[in-house]
């Protein structure tokens, strides 16, 4: 290892060290928090790594360090990280990857690493939520909340070795604590939904919530640490299944090598239930591909209706659209929008075939997307906004033998912690999924072609199969819905509210894409062209 450093100070006393903390902001973090899966600003021009926090924190005899790190971007925009370290000899660690360099105190010389890869510092968290502990640190509280089902008993645990944005332990192969890694000022919205459906709504295709850790300063808002929940015995998540039946559906029109006019076009975002399907398609997507987009469709609205049912907790309470709604939704979407445009100007020279010519059309359309965003009017609309899942997708979701269980209410990556936690129409979930549907069929024809199919006639088979499993969806969701009391509005409204939010998450998807994978901007591309078009 090439970092090393010596201070005059005693591990317990580092935080006192201002060479410790020089060292760290200006050579170690810049250079550790790039390889990192959970940093997301890796593009990002930054200005300097700041540590707004630097706490010691007790565990079984030893000592960790919480370091609060802020990272100020040129921009003058700022992220808050959560980086907690351990001073351990290399024995004590099961994953050295996680080392960041050597450190001397007066107390010897041992490796500085990532605390969730030592076991007495895991099982020291676990205990600490078991036992609802609050531990006083030189600023605050480090406070533990416990859920009402967390047992007691002896404890094994490991760091979860995934790529993800937050980080993962798990306990006696049972239990998921997910430390989360960019925080924000306020509780994460991932702990409150969670809690909420777990706790007061008992819903019960949601991970059952056991426990949580958050870090409280008096006249402070709470800090979200960590959130942790049962885990789910699965299948996989239903991404991964829909590429599979999308698949196996153009495998079915090459091998019956259909013609596209005998491929049925059933009517876009109009319920139909299964049994009232043609029968071609019936056969060509498959009796349980759509019985399971109807049990996820049902899923979703039980979901829905847990939060909307909250008469108690005002963070919860339902409320009706407003003019304050509409001008919040209008400057988002408007900024979002000017975003993109302004990115694609920049790049359009670099794109290619297809998804030039998309962008080039986007480009074209923009005051007619500007006027359907502006044409929102609140006025419109009798039914009730409520908090939602805010970034329901395929990948949000796990596949049991017979069911559905739906995971992760962080909300948009990109959103602030306020945007997130806005109450909007249960539809705008809806609108997620069906944006998920579309991703899963294009990028299997754009990026995995399992046939010898021309690209023309998937994307019009693909169209069509969209316009099916949506079918399914919605008619499921509605009655759901409609039966259970669940406010989404009547048909109208909820035609209209669809039709605004696929085109919302069509536009920050692109931003997504354009600064994440320009390669796949062909997708969100192709879905506004498609929704602008009625298509």
Not at 448 to 465: F, H, K, M, Q
Request: hydrophobic share 40%; glycine share 4%; charged share 25%.
């Amino acid at each position: 290892m090439k970092r090393n450093l010596s201070i005059n100070e005693a591990w317990k006393d580092a935080y006192k060290s201002e060479l410790l903390e020089t060292t760290l902001t200006e050579n170690w973090l810049p250079e550790y928090m790039q390889t990192c899966r959970w940093f997301g600003a890796k593009n990002a021009p930054i200005k300097r790594y700041e540590i707004a926090n630097l706490e010691m924190f007790p565990y079984q005899g030893q000592w960790a360090m919480f370091l609060f790190i802020e990272v100020v971007f040129q921009t003058a925009y700022s992220e808050n990280y959560f980086l907690p370290l351990a001073w351990v000899t290399k024995e004590e660690t099961d994953n050295v990857s996680l080392a960041i360099a050597e450190l001397t105190c007066k107390d010897g010389s041992k490796i500085l690493v990532e605390a969730l890869s030592v076991a007495g510092f895991r099982n020291e968290l676990f205990e600490n939520i078991n036992h609802k502990k609050s531990v006083k640190i030189k600023t605050g509280h480090i406070n533990f909340k416990k859920g009402k089902t967390l047992k007691n008993g002896k404890v094994t645990s490991r760091l979860l070795n995934v790529e993800q944005s937050n980080s993962t332990v798990v306990y006696n192969d049972s239990y998921f604590l997910k430390i989360y890694r960019k925080l924000f000022r306020g509780t994460n919205p991932d702990y409150e939904v969670s809690y909420h459906l777990s706790e007061r709504a008992h819903y019960k295709n949601s991970p059952l919530y056991l426990g949580s850790i958050a870090f409280e300063r008096e006249n402070m808002y709470p800090v979200s640490l960590g959130l942790m929940q049962m885990k789910i015995e699965n299948k996989g998540d239903a991404w991964e299944y829909m590429l599979k039946r999308v698949e196996a559906y153009f495998k079915n029109i090459e091998r019956r090598k259909l013609k596209i006019k005998q491929i049925p076009k059933v009517p876009l975002y109009s319920g139909c239930a299964p049994e009232k399907l043609p029968l071609t398609m019936l056969d060509l997507v498959g009796v349980e591909t759509l019985e399971n987009m109807a049990l996820l469709a049902q899923r979703t609205a039980e979901m829905h209706l847990a939060l909307f049912n909250e008469k108690t907790h005002h963070e919860f309470v339902p409320a009706i659209f407003n003019e304050d709604y509409q001008v919040w939704l209008h400057n988002r979407l408007l900024y979002q929008l000017d975003n993109r445009v302004a990115i694609i100007e920049n790049m359009i020279d670099k794109f290619k075939g297809e998804t030039k010519e998309w962008a080039e059309d986007f480009l074209d359309s923009t005051e007619t997307i500007k006027n359907l965003i502006l044409g929102f009017d609140y006025q419109r609309l009798n039914s009730h906004r409520i908090r939602i899942h805010g970034d329901y997708h395929l990948g949000q979701v796990l596949m049991t033998d017979d069911d559905f269980f739906i995971l992760d209410f962080e909300g948009e990556p990109d959103s602030t912690i306020r945007d997130r936690k806005i109450k909007q129409p249960p539809i705008k979930d809806v609108a997620g999924m069906f944006r998920s549907f579309h991703y899963a069929i294009f990028s299997t024809i754009f990026t995995n072609n399992p046939t010898s199919l021309s690209e023309d006639v998937l994307i019009e088979a693909g169209g069509r199969y969209y316009r099916t499993i949506v079918a399914v969806f919605l008619n499921s969701y509605i009655k759901t819905a409609f039966e259970s009391g669940l406010d989404i509005g009547y048909y109208k409204e909820i035609d209209y509210l669809l039709r605004y939010h696929i085109l919302e998450k069509a536009i920050y998807e692109l931003g997504y894409e354009l600064n994440s994978r320009p390669n796949w901007a062909i997708i969100p591309l192709k879905g506004i062209s498609q929704i602008l078009n009625n298509d």
